[in-house]
Structure formats: C-alpha cells, structure tokens
T-cell receptor, first 111, second 118 residues
C-alpha cells in the first residue's frame, strides 16, 4: 500500500498550459516537501509546507497543504519547457526524520 | 548552502566486486544521512538511515551485509555494495539532515551515483 498517492504519474502538455499535481494520503504529516528531479541528478527541494491550509508561491508554482495536513497540491501556471522533469512529493511524519515519497509525476512540457 | 556531494558520480564494475560510494555534506554537519535507491522512471526507495557514530538502520528487505553503511564523521557517510551483481545496478542517492540552524528538519540530496554491474 502506497502511503502517499501522487497523481497523475505522467503528464504531457503544451507550453502555456496550466497543470496541477496531487499528493494524497490517509495519514497526517508534520511537513510535506516537493522536489524536482532531472534525469541523472538528485532531487532538488522546491518547497516545504508545514501548516494546514498553507499556500506558498514560487514564481509560477503554487503549493498548497491541506487543512488536515493529509494532502498537498502543486499548481504550475503557464508551463514552460524548462518545467519538464520528475516532480516528487514527500511527507514527514511527526517524530520521524524519514521521508515518505510519492511515486512521482513525470511532466513533459512540449514547445 | 546545503550542498551534498557524492563520489563517484558513475561507476562500472564487474560482478563479484565491491563498490564504495561516498556522501559528503560540504557546508554543514549532518548527524543523519539517508541512502536511497532509484530505479528508472521510479520514485526513491529508502534503503537505510545512517547515524554518525552508530549502526545504520536498514529498511525491511534491505540486506545489511550486502549494503554496508559507515557514518564515520558528521560530514561523511559511505555505502559499500559488496559482491555486486547485475541486479544491484541502480541509481543510488544520499541525503543529509543538518544538526542545527537552517539545515535541520530538511533532507538535502546529493546528485546521485549511477552503478552499473556487468
């Protein structure tokens, strides 16, 4: 059973379109992180959300943490080809340093 | 800040040999480091938690005698794949959590090591 369900797994869109990636769980997380990974490289941290209902913006990326801290979303506005990559959500439970990763969303933005 | 390096970035070895991968936190101290394995187009799978000065904690299904972890200092953890076989070929990634200040509570990832066993 996957603790953190991430969807969609694959997404192919045209440049300029908007998209949303979801991470859902039945478990409560003390924090949730979003990473972006390029092929052959390690994940790079985009954002950490810790408060229920929190919304963080990073240029064209908007991250939201659910009120109950069980789910999160990443919304990209006006996607660019440079946004292409693997997006990973990862949750941290209270009292643990471990991260629980979603399966990832492979995003391809076509010119 | 928060730079984590891995060495080597790529390694090719013959079946039956052992390979050591280093993970270093370059600008912060890390009491805890994690080792992950990632298969093509898949997410990260946690292999073990490495704590400085103590034995590593392995996840279920990961052979501790196969994947030896040594966290000798606050900036260095090593993963040795012993008697490597082709099925051990994978992308190995480490992460580090800082001991204090800005770097605590967040895992910073290394660039990964691509292991190919022939």
């Amino acid at each position: 059973t996957q603790l953190l369900e991430q969807s969609p797994q694959f997404l192919s869109i045209q440049e300029g379109e908007n998209l949303t990636v979801y991470c859902n769980s039945s478990s409560v997380f003390s924090s949730l992180q979003w990473y972006r990974q390029e092929p052959g490289e390690g994940p790079v941290l985009l954002v950490t959300v810790v408060t229920g209902g929190e919304v963080k913006k990073l240029k064209r990326l908007t991250f939201q943490f659910g009120d109950a801290r069980k789910d999160s979303s990443l919304h990209i506005t006006a996607a660019q080809t440079g946004d292409t990559g693997l997006y990973l959500c990862a949750g941290q439970m209270s009292g643990s340093e471990k991260l629980v990763f979603g399966k990832g969303t492979k995003l391809t933005v076509n010119p | 800040g928060a730079v984590v390096s891995q060495h080597p970035s790529r390694v090719i070895c013959k079946s039956g040999t052992s390979v050591k991968i280093e993970c270093r936190s370059l600008d912060f101290q890390a009491t805890t480091m994690f080792w992950y394995r990632q298969f093509p187009k898949k997410s990260l799978m946690l292999m073990a938690t490495s704590n400085e000065g103590s034995k590593a904690t392995y996840e279920q299904g990961v052979e501790k005698d196969k994947f030896l972890i040594n966290h000798a200092s606050l900036t260095l953890s090593t993963l040795t794949v012993t008697s490597a076989h082709p099925e051990d070929s994978s992308f190995y990634i480490c992460s580090a959590v800082g001991t204090s200040g800005w770097y605590t509570d967040t895992q910073y990832f290394g660039p990964g090591t691509r292991l190919t066993v022939l």
